[in-house]
């Protein structure tokens, strides 16, 4: 078996990418040199710095389907379709960090909290230009696909199923921003776990988990009906599972773990943490989560924290991370035998009690 790429052989391929695509902002775009640095710090400061899991998974199942038979060329396609998951993903989180009024990101200040990248911008910050900054970001996907994969037989599949996993996201997107209708008063009836998951199934398992892996199946000719049905059924609900440790995370992980501050409670967020409160708590508690949650209030929040912790979620938690293991094993086991499937133990494995 090949060895897998290392995230620093990874890295180096991003160095590339984005010097192509800035490139051609002068000659094909008439850009002034002032945005073409704008785009240079956009870019530098959104799309690196995360922990590079779901580029480095299109590489690695490559990898995987091909074992000794695998080609450069064919990793080099591999860890670019990888960075444009990464570009999809900055777009999602700069646009996502301005709706939310996150402060940090990735150990940072959030985009839109850093200050413009303008000679002459007096400390003024990004702030709302961050929005059409996520669009650029976004547009960038399209142009790397079109430079890179433009003569490949497969480059329609290509567009297609970024369009389509990218509206999938806009749309659990939506529904996490709606699930509370008025700012004003919780309607706690809505905090279902019904809600919770197509929140999550939407929002965040189809780019996270499909589509490292269709994007895998693509450039090695597997990508049948068949395929993309299996693999659904493995990697979206690992894809919840995954979601479920990020609601834990944000609750109880530290800044140096999950190099942001955690904000789930201030947000009035259909967390998983609170609909699993819903479900066990008692009226007088109920009252608590109905008077609390969703305040910026530092007190609101530490009251809602020790309602969690007084109703041990953490235990609650941790039987589901184990029971959500033992299921996603079962599943990947039965998966007929002409299907890669150490594609889904590796994915597996790389979450599995993860901390950050």
């Known amino acids: 078996m090949v060895e897998l790429q290392s995230k620093k052989e990874f890295e180096e391929i991003f160095t590339t990418i984005a010097e192509e695509v800035i490139s051609e902002l002068v000659p094909n775009f008439e850009m002034p040199e002032s945005a073409v640095n704008w785009c240079k710090e956009l870019v530098n400061g959104t799309v690196t710095g995360g922990k590079m899991n779901r580029g480095l998974s299109v590489v690695h199942s490559v990898q995987i389907i091909k074992g000794n038979e695998v080609t450069e060329d064919l990793i080099k396609e591999a860890a670019i379709l990888g960075w444009c998951i990464e570009w999809l993903q900055a777009y999602f989180l700069v646009a996502d960090d301005v709706m939310d009024k996150s402060k940090t990101r990735r150990g940072l200040p959030c985009w839109y909290l850093r200050t413009k ?26 142009r790397i696909l079109k430079i890179y994969f433009r003569q490949k037989p497969y480059y329609a599949d290509l567009l297609d199923l970024f369009h389509e996993v990218t509206y999938q996201t806009e749309l659990g997107q939506l529904l996490d921003l709606t699930s509370q209708p008025s700012s004003k008063k919780n309607n706690l009836d809505l905090f279902t776990i019904e809600t919770y998951k197509k929140i999550v ?8 988990f ?10 090695c000719d597997l990508y049948t009906e068949e395929n993309i049905e ?6 979206l609900p690992m894809g919840e599972y995954f979601q479920i440790q990020d609601d834990f995370l944000d609750c109880y992980g530290t800044y140096e773990q999950i190099g942001k501050i ?22 007088e508690q109920r009252e608590i989560i109905s008077n609390h949650y969703g305040s910026e209030n530092a ?14 979620l953490e ?28 594609i889904f133990d590796k994915l597996l494995a790389k979450i599995y009690k993860r901390s950050k």
Not at 128 to 135: E, G, H, R
Not at 210 to 216: D, Q
Request: proline content about 3%; aromatic content about 10%; charged content about 30%.
């Open 262 to 283: 955690g904000r789930d409670i201030e947000e009035n967020k259909c967390g998983w943490l609170v609909v699993q409160a819903l479900k066990l708590c008692n009226q």
């Open 315 to 342: 235990t609650i938690f941790s039987d589901y991370e184990e029971e959500s293991y033992q299921q996603l094993s079962t599943l990947i086991n039965e998966v007929n035998d002409d299907f890669p499937k150490e």
């Open 117 to 142: 990248p303008l000679e002459g911008a007096d400390d003024e910050t990004v702030d709302l230009i961050a929005c059409n900054d996520s669009l650029i970001l976004e547009g960038m996907i399209y």
């Open 299 to 312: 007190e609101d929040v530490a009251i809602i924290k020790k309602l969690y912790k007084d109703l041990d």
């Open 230 to 235: 299996t693999s659904k059924s493995i990697l």
């Open 201 to 208: 199934k939407y929002k965040t398992a189809f780019y996270s």
């Open 210 to 219: 499909y589509l490292p892996i269709a994007l895998s199946l693509i450039v």
